[in-house]
């Protein structure tokens, strides 16, 4: 690992890491299917990424799988400054969707009677957080515990504030004390405030109740299981294996800074997770499909909540076709992705590497629907 004592200030790092902006090319592949209808679906996909990257995003990559047939776009390039190509079937930082896995990992639990939902954390955890013994599992799953959220304690206004700790090492517990130390923001259960510091005391109880890391149990109960080679959770590991495209940041002058390399223990629970489009189809299918948890607990998971359109570790999304999709969006500094599927079997996968801008939130939407509905 580098010494964060390298690191220096931020301005220093931010003049050595300023690279040009992107050359821009469009790619796009189709798997199986009727050729006629592929190709419209590869041409659709191909405009939805290209308005994605033009806000600002370097590259973005895209898989959508329906029952006959799987197509894969991208646009923008790997490498800012260059035509390197994306890789379609290229890994990335997937930030939040690991709390679906951290969820489903927790609802096993819940099965196996290791776990209650409606257990205190204190039960498993005394002490370990404010109100512990009236804070319930259910209350992390479904952000409405009241916990203060970890990401605001960290500095990440502007993205380039975060660069002098970017190598640095973080403990599950030393990012909930971190977090802890501010008030609640409300009483346990009575309002929703999304808070990545759930996701932490949920790593924690996974390790309490089975003796192994949150990590192994994700990796034994899911990514063995439905063979997601392409999946993994870092820990401490600087770099994302394999092939894959970087990730950038503003530097506030009109250039941007790789941030590709950085250390994800800082995300941990809530966020270290790296796959792939493919992976993460094969995740939101299998769990939606019933192969992941029993059909009691995924009713659990897939119950939404207003206003916060989130069920127990799972997000919700209607599209105009009228199909409910569920799955969970993220971001890793430098990268977004969302991951949703619908109970009959349509799922899509996007994953965007920031550059000047991150992607508009519209035309992220017009993909997902064109993916979901009309592609």
Known sequence: MRNRNKVGCAAAVVAALVVALPVSATTATAVDGNNESRQKEASVLRQDLDAVVAGGPTSALVEVRGARRTVRATSGTAVAGTRRPVDPAGRFRAGSVTKAFVATTVLQLVDEDLLDLDGSVDRWLPGLVPDGDRITVRELLNHTSGLPDVTDTLPLKPPTAFLPIRYRTWTTTELVHRATAQPPVFEPGASYHYSSTDYLVLGLLIERVTGH??????????????????????????RIPGSHAHNYIPDGAGGVVDITEMNPSVMNAAGELISSAADLNTFTTALLGGRLLPPKLLREMMT?????????????????????????????????????????????????????????????TNLLEDALCHA
């Open 213 to 238: 890391s949150y990590a192994h149990e994700i990796s034994h109960r899911i990514l063995r299981p439905l063979n997601m080679e392409d999946t993994l959770l870092p820990g401490t590991k600087l």
């Open 304 to 364: 939404i909540s207003e206003p916060s359109q989130t069920g127990l570790g799972l997000q919700s999304m209607a599209t105009p076709c009228g199909a409910i999709a569920y799955g969970h969006d993220g971001d890793a500094l430098g990268s977004s992705t969302w991951t949703f599927a619908t109970p009959g079997g349509r799922a899509v996968t996007l994953s965007v590497a920031w550059g000047t801008g991150r992607p508009a939130k519209e035309a992220v």
